[in-house]
T-cell receptor
Framework: DGGITQSPKYLFRKEGQNVTLSCEQN?????MYWYRQDPGQGLRLIYY???????QKGDIAEGYSVSREKKESFPLTVTSAQKNPTAFYLC??????????FGSGTRLTVV | GNSVTQMEGPVTLSEEAFLTINCTYT??????LFWYVQYPGEGLQLLLK?????DKGSNKGFEATYRKETTSFHLEKGSVQVSDSAVYFC?????????????FGAGTRLAVHP
């Protein structure tokens, strides 16, 4: 079953804790993206990666970190420096010159 | 910089009504334009796209035409159904420094009642 997989679907974080969100794809595409979604604000770009071992900051990278050690995987770490991490996080891959495919998302809540 | 502006929601319609969701953009060059749909608790699904001026994207009864002169990409459907209730996002594809990314509008929530 091909596609893009995000896990977990729901994640709870305590204050001051780092958490890592998983994004895996088996479609052999190079470009991968992390977006954050807040109610009424659309999606904002956190980080993106064009190829293995390369990634770029998006519009709201502060308090987040990523790695791209394998083509299939682009994990996002929400660090304790992120002041307001409660949000819906979406991973995406760029499949063609014009097409992006999104995962089903991870909802992170600070408790 | 590049940006997308959508009409604010929520938009509330009765079944079989005509739908328009306005979208305008600001961009350098000629971006590709997209409409994505998000059902509750899910990720985004591509609804339709257009890659150059005067192109019309269409899917599942939805249509949008790339209007360069008015920098618009309005979404329309002639007869909505309850199952169309969702959040709709307009987006453009922007390339800078060799990197390509999607820039989104704020989203418009559509509620269709029987």
């Amino acid at each position: 079953d091909g596609g893009i997989t995000q896990s977990p679907k729901y994640l709870f974080r305590k204050e001051g804790q780092n958490v890592t969100l998983s994004c895996e794809q088996n479609l052999n595409h190079d470009a991968m993206y992390w977006y954050r979604q807040d109610p009424g604000q659309g999606l904002r770009l956190i980080y993106y990666s064009q190829i293995v071992n390369d990634f770029q900051k998006g519009d709201i990278a502060e308090g987040y970190s990523v790695s791209r050690e394998k083509k299939e995987s682009f994990p996002l770490t929400v660090t304790s420096a992120q002041k307001n991490p409660t949000a819906f996080y979406l991973c995406a891959i760029k499949e063609t010159d014009y097409g992006y495919t999104f995962g089903s998302g991870t909802r992170l809540t600070v408790v | 910089g590049n940006s997308v502006t959508q009409m604010e929601g929520p938009v509330t319609l009765s079944e079989e009504a005509f739908l328009t969701i306005n979208c305008t953009y600001t961009a350098t060059g000629y971006p590709s334009l997209f409409w994505y749909v998000q059902y509750p608790g899910e990720g985004l699904q591509l609804l339709l796209k257009a890659t150059k001026a005067d192109d019309k994207g269409s899917n599942k009864g939805f249509e949008a035409t790339y209007r360069k002169e008015t920098t618009s990409f309005h979404l329309e459907k002639g007869s909505v159904q309850v199952s169309d209730s969702a959040v709709y996002f307009c987006a453009l594809s922007s390339t800078s420094g060799g990197y390509n990314k999607l820039i989104f509008g704020a989203g418009t929530r559509l509620a269709v009642h029987p």
